[in-house]
């Protein structure tokens, strides 16, 4: 029986791409008379650079909805690149898209998450008297 050794290492976790729109604003801060729907999409994405070298890319679209008006849209892209040197192409293969996913995700949570919260919940306000 021959032992399958994983030699793994993350290179790069990086944002790739990122949008945002809130075509509603700023009505939606005074105007809003229902709870947002949100909807949520996911896909992932691996890209062989080199043998074993791989570029694992995250797709998420967000788009919240008031009463079938766009609330706000975001759609973000987040990479990873990681090293993983085995022979079982099909572990190869599972750890990119079961483990090196689960490293990726918190990034794309995160920056999905503050994106949103930077624009709902930032309100300065100045007493000037």
């Known amino acids: 029986m021959t032992e399958n050794k994983v030699q ?11 949008s945002f729109e809130s075509p509603m604003t700023p009505a939606v801060f005074t105007n809003m008379s229902s709870s947002p729907k949100v909807g949520f999409n996911f896909e992932s ?3 062989n650079i080199s043998d ?6 995250l797709t998420f679209n967000v788009k919240a909805e008031v009463e079938n008006e766009t609330l706000y849209l975001v759609e ?11 022979e079982d192409k099909d572990v190869k293969k599972r750890f990119l898209t079961v483990n090196c996913a689960e490293i990726v995700y918190p990034y ?4 999905i998450s503050n ?13 000037l008297g």
């Open 76 to 86: 973000l892209k987040q990479c990873g690149v990681f090293t993983i040197s085995i």
């Open 52 to 57: 074993d070298n791989h570029e694992l890319t």
């Open 8 to 18: 793994f290492n993350i290179q790069r976790i990086y944002l790739k791409d990122l």
């Open 108 to 111: 794309a949570r995160e920056n």
């Open 45 to 47: 994405n691996i890209e």
């Open 115 to 127: 994106v949103i919260q930077k624009l709902y919940t930032l309100k300065v306000v100045f007493n």
